[in-house]
C-alpha cells in the first residue's frame, strides 16, 4: 500500500494539563499542541485526516505558539510581568523574534498582557511600601514600561492615594530608626540617610527628615 505523500493524523486528544489545548500525533512521528482553531483550520480534526503542506506549516506554527503563550501565561500567574520581561523570558525557547511577538500581540488582543495594568499596579504597590516616585519611576523604566506609561501610571497613584513624598520618607525613616537606637549618632545618621537615598528620596529631603526623626529618636 502507497503510503500518503504527506502525513496524516494518527491520533488526537485533548491535553489533560491544558484544557483547550490538543494534541496532535502524526504518522511521521511528530507531535503537536495547538488549540482548536488550528484544528478546523487545518482539517486536523479526526485520525485519518491527510494534511497538505500548507496545513502541516501552520500546525508546525501554531505548535511554537501555543507553547510560547502556555510559557507566558505561566509567568504570569506567577507575578505580573511587563511585556518585555515576558520576551526575555520567552528568547531562552527555540523561536524567532517574529513567533515571540506574535504570541505576545496574542496575550495583549485577549487582554491578557497589559503594560499599563502593570505599571498602574506597581506604582500604587511601591508607593505605599515607601518607595519614593523617583525609585517608582526607574523601576517600571527597568521593566520595560514605557516612559509615557510610567509618569500616568505614578502620577495617578500619587493622586488616587494622597501621596505626599516628605510625610512617605518621615514615615520610612521613623520604622528604619528604630532598628538604629544602638548605633552611635554619627553612625546611625550615614545609614539612614543612605537608606533614604536608596529608597529614591531627594537629598534634601533625605537629609533634613534624617536629622529630624533621629533627633526626636534621641530626645526620647
Do not use: W
Amino acid at each position: 500500500m502507497t503510503e500518503p505523500p504527506f502525513p496524516t493524523v494518527k491520533a488526537l486528544r485533548e491535553s489533560p494539563r491544558r484544557p483547550g489545548r490538543y494534541l496532535v500525533s502524526l504518522s511521521d512521528g511528530q507531535e503537536l499542541l495547538v488549540g482548536v482553531t488550528a484544528l478546523a483550520d487545518t482539517g486536523a480534526t479526526r485520525p485519518g485526516a491527510v494534511l497538505t503542506a500548507p496545513a502541516l506549516e501552520r500546525l508546525r506554527h501554531e505548535h511554537t505558539l501555543t507553547e510560547l503563550t502556555d510559557r507566558a501565561l505561566d509567568a504570569l500567574a506567577r507575578g505580573r510581568r511587563t511585556r518585555r520581561e515576558l520576551e526575555l523570558r520567552l528568547r531562552r525557547r527555540e523561536a524567532s523574534a517574529a513567533q515571540i511577538r506574535e504570541a505576545l500581540d496574542r496575550l495583549e488582543a485577549n487582554g491578557l498582557l497589559s503594560d499599563e495594568a502593570v505599571a498602574s499596579a506597581e506604582a500604587a504597590a511601591r508607593l505605599r511600601r515607601g518607595e519614593a516616585p523617583a525609585r517608582v519611576k526607574q523601576q517600571l523604566r527597568r521593566k520595560g514600561v514605557a516612559g509615557s506609561l510610567v509618569g500616568e501610571a505614578v502620577a495617578d497613584a500619587m493622586r488616587e492615594d494622597g501621596f505626599d513624598e516628605e510625610a512617605a520618607c518621615r514615615a520610612v525613616a521613623e520604622k528604619r530608626a528604630r532598628t538604629l537606637t544602638s548605633e552611635d549618632p554619627g553612625a546611625a545618621q550615614r545609614k539612614l540617610l543612605g537608606f533614604l537615598l536608596r529608597r529614591g528620596y531627594a537629598g534634601s529631603v533625605a537629609r533634613r527628615v534624617a536629622r529630624d526623626v533621629l533627633g526626636s529618636v534621641d530626645d526620647e
